[in-house]
């Protein structure tokens, strides 16, 4: 069976990429189980490129097949803003209702018309020699709503309402939103390399 790291300090989205990659006949990691390992900075300009220096950072370090995955939320009234820079869009240290309330404030004067926004994802797979093997990307249209709602989820779930739902994600049933979101779109080329990756290591 081949060892996969998924590669991800956030225990939210690894606990969902966990679900979402549960069929496969891999024996998934978190960086928990590597404690010298160190972490790989995300100085890319694009998702593409923090995915990618993730996945290879860290498969240089472990040895073994490595997914990492790098996403955020682009919204059209900020041009294109937090982008690369969800995570830090409030600050390094900054909560996920910071990083929220920052946001709202910034949208504060925009009417619900114009608050159109899309989560983009995208994950790399690197071989144990380091080598980019696979990149898939996904997105997801939706809304920014005036309030957080709902209880699931993290990051900005709670203020993103997907085209053709009522709810935010963070309202939606996990089981929906890991059917619905830009990572699990992501994660079916993903999952489609690593099936057929697995397939062909069972046949030899």
């Not at 240290?93 to 159109?116: C, F, P, Q, T, Y």
């Not at 790399?124 to 209880?151: M, R, T, V, Y």
């Amino acid at each position: 069976m081949h060892s996969l790291l998924v590669a991800t300090q956030n225990k939210s989205k690894l606990r969902e990429l966990r679900q979402l990659l549960a069929e496969l006949p891999l024996a998934l990691l978190g960086l928990e189980d590597f404690p010298s390992i160190q972490t790989v900075p995300e100085t890319g300009a694009t998702f593409i490129e923090n995915a990618s220096l993730k996945a290879a950072g860290y498969a240089t370090q472990v040895h073994i097949l490595t997914l990492a995955d790098d996403s955020g939320l682009e919204v059209d009234a900020l041009d294109g803003a937090p982008g690369v820079l969800s995570a830090r869009y409030a600050g390094e240290a900054a909560s996920d209702g910071l990083r929220i309330e920052k946001l709202l404030a910034e949208l504060s004067n925009v009417e619900m018309g114009s608050r159109g926004a899309r989560f983009v994802s995208v994950i790399a797979i690197a071989g144990k020699d380091a080598s980019i093997l696979n990149i898939s990307e996904g997105s997801c249209q939706g809304d920014i709503s005036f309030a957080p709602q709902g209880e699931h989820g993290f990051g900005y779930d709670p203020v993103f309402v997907p085209h053709g739902y009522g709810s935010t994600f963070a309202e939606l049933a996990p089981a929906m939103k890991n059917r619905i979101s830009h990572r699990a779109r992501a994660l079916q080329g993903a999952r489609d390399y690593l099936r057929a990756l697995t397939s062909a290591s069972a046949g030899r």
